[in-house]
């Protein structure tokens, strides 16, 4: 009988959101008459931008023609595509990129998990507590990992505790670690790293030949001018960090699916042996191999959010969605309710009230507000005795959110 990832089997839950949905579907055909309000997944609601969807179009338009048709494309995508990221995107910043270190691909997502096939089981991970799912269970799913204790940490990984009491920003790890996880803007917690911080990230990496897998999806929606887009923007980083991006939130690409990972030229690992061997060669070659690279109208969609009428509208939309996140944040502090983000991130991290569990939380805000979130120790044993809520959502609906809270547990 063919023999099945054993590794699977020690992760102690179905993941995080498809769980949220089958509570909520449940509810749903329970309570046919309630009007639900989803602030829980991350997905965005606004459509794409105009100049997006032209491009797209166009697209489309050039594959049902002869003398315009495109087949296979670049693995690493269309150069044309890196380097309008390169000059709109990373330039800016200060940040100078070889169209040879940037990798179009179809989200985030599958990046930060497909990273681990190019790393030796060995290596020891640190991952922050909370923080976004996969980069803990992908490390579970190929074995790095034994099982995991009574409060859900696995063991053979670093858990980093990000609290309100460090203000969400997780010390250093005392012990050997190869494999660094940060996510800034964080999600679900909302907060953001200094460039003094970042520093000290890129400084203790490089002290203790460690690589940092920076996921940078939601740097579009920074607010402050002094916090960092990149971590590149810290001297020294290219030597340590693979930096992930996506057009999910940024663009409303959820459902087109375009992402891109960076990986420096001067960014090295090493063999068994101890010879340095550049991790931009090894990623090439991992996406040659198992990738077809991304759809070449939805590089066209892509490249249309860096025009100048397509950033304008995109950041509208983003505009519109950080609003919505100064109401939440607001209206929850208005009825006593203790949180944090919806600054530079469309996620307002909550403290739950009472002292309520999370997913006892999520039940109550369901079966008597008809409002969806996210319990925060889906994220991990730290999220526990929180929530998240996301400001994606029609403006309308975050509106009548806010009364229900009021309604609730307003003073």
């Given at each position: 009988?063919?023999?099945?990832?054993?590794?699977?089997?020690?992760?102690?839950?179905?993941?995080?959101?498809?769980?949220?949905g089958?509570?909520?579907?449940?509810?749903?055909?329970?309570?046919?008459?309630?009007?639900?309000?989803?602030?829980?997944?991350?997905?965005?609601?606004?459509?794409?931008?105009?100049?997006v969807?032209?491009?797209?179009?166009?697209?489309?338009?050039?594959?049902?023609?002869?003398?315009?048709?495109?087949?296979?494309?670049?693995?690493?995508?269309?150069?044309?595509?890196?380097?309008?990221?390169?000059?709109?995107?990373?330039?800016?910043?200060?940040?100078?990129?070889?169209?040879?270190?940037?990798?179009?691909?179809?989200?985030?997502?599958c990046?930060?998990?497909?990273?681990?096939?190019?790393?030796?089981?060995?290596?020891?991970?640190?991952?922050?507590?909370?923080?976004?799912?996969?980069?803990?269970?992908?490390?579970?799913?190929?074995?790095?990992?034994?099982?995991?204790?009574?409060?859900?940490?696995?063991?053979?990984?670093?858990?980093?505790p990000?609290?309100?009491?460090?203000?969400?920003?997780?010390?250093?790890?005392?012990?050997?670690?190869?494999?660094?996880?940060?996510?800034?803007?964080?999600?679900?917690?909302?907060?953001?790293?200094?460039?003094?911080?970042?520093?000290?990230?890129?400084?203790?990496?490089?002290?203790n030949?460690?690589?940092?897998?920076?996921?940078?999806?939601?740097?579009?929606?920074?607010?402050?001018?002094?916090?960092?887009?990149?971590?590149?923007?810290?001297?020294?980083?290219?030597?340590?960090?693979?930096?992930?991006?996506?057009?999910?939130k940024?663009?409303?690409f959820?459902?087109?699916?375009?992402?891109?990972?960076?990986?420096?030229?001067?960014?090295?690992?090493?063999?068994?042996?101890?010879?340095?061997?550049?991790?931009?060669?090894?990623?090439?070659?991992?996406?040659?191999?198992?990738?077809?690279?991304?759809?070449?109208?939805?590089?066209?969609?892509?490249?249309?959010?860096?025009?100048?009428?397509?950033?304008?509208?995109?950041?509208?939309?983003i505009?519109f969605?950080?609003?919505?996140?100064?109401?939440?944040?607001?209206?929850?502090?208005?009825?006593?309710?203790t949180?944090?983000?919806?600054?530079?991130?469309?996620?307002?991290?909550?403290?739950?009230?009472?002292?309520?569990?999370?997913?006892?939380?999520?039940?109550?805000?369901?079966?008597?507000?008809?409002?969806?979130?996210?319990?925060?120790?889906?994220?991990?044993?730290?999220?526990?005795?929180?929530?998240?809520?996301?400001?994606?959502?029609?403006?309308?609906?975050?509106?009548?959110?806010?009364?229900?809270?009021?309604?609730?547990?307003?003073?």
């Amino acid at each position: 009988m063919a023999r099945l990832n054993d590794n699977y089997l020690k992760l102690k839950a179905g993941y995080l959101f498809p769980e949220i949905g089958r509570r909520v579907k449940a509810f749903a055909e329970a309570n046919p008459e309630a009007k639900l309000i989803r602030l829980g997944i991350g997905d965005v609601t606004r459509p794409l931008a105009p100049v997006v969807v032209k491009a797209f179009h166009a697209g489309i338009d050039e594959l049902a023609q002869t003398k315009t048709f495109h087949g296979y494309g670049p693995e690493q995508g269309y150069d044309w595509l890196i380097k309008t990221i390169i000059e709109k995107s990373y330039q800016p910043l200060g940040v100078d990129l070889k169209l040879s270190e940037v990798f179009i691909s179809d989200g985030s997502k599958c990046d930060t998990a497909n990273i681990l096939d190019i790393f030796d089981l060995g290596n020891r991970v640190a991952i922050c507590d909370p923080v976004y799912p996969v980069y803990n269970d992908t490390n579970v799913m190929i074995g790095r990992s034994g099982e995991a204790d009574e409060k859900g940490y696995y063991q053979g990984l670093v858990y980093m505790p990000c609290t309100a009491e460090n203000q969400f920003s997780p010390a250093f790890p005392t012990e050997k670690i190869d494999l660094i996880y940060l996510c800034y803007p964080n999600n679900p917690t909302g907060a953001v790293a200094s460039r003094a911080q970042l520093q000290g990230w890129v400084d203790y990496a490089r002290a203790n030949e460690a690589i940092i897998l920076f996921d940078a999806a939601y740097e579009a929606f920074i607010t402050e001018a002094d916090i960092p887009h990149s971590i590149y923007e810290i001297p020294g980083a290219k030597d340590c960090a693979v930096e992930f991006r996506s057009f999910s939130k940024t663009a409303g690409f959820t459902g087109v699916r375009c992402g891109l990972t960076v990986v420096p030229e001067t960014l090295m690992a090493a063999t068994a042996s101890g010879e340095k061997i550049a991790l931009n060669r090894l990623w090439n070659r991992r996406q040659c191999t198992k990738f077809n690279g991304v759809s070449y109208p939805v590089q066209r969609a892509a490249a249309a959010v860096y025009s100048e009428e397509g950033w304008g509208q995109v950041k509208e939309t983003i505009d519109f969605y950080m609003e919505n996140a100064r109401l939440i944040r607001q209206g929850l502090g208005d009825a006593g309710i203790t949180c944090f983000g919806g600054v530079n991130a469309p996620y307002i991290w909550l403290k739950t009230p009472g002292g309520m569990a999370s997913w006892e939380f999520f039940d109550k805000l369901l079966s008597e507000c008809h409002v969806v979130g996210t319990p925060g120790s889906g994220f991990g044993p730290s999220g526990e005795g929180y929530f998240r809520l996301s400001a994606f959502g029609e403006r309308d609906n975050v509106i009548e959110a806010i009364k229900r809270f009021r309604a609730q547990w307003g003073q």
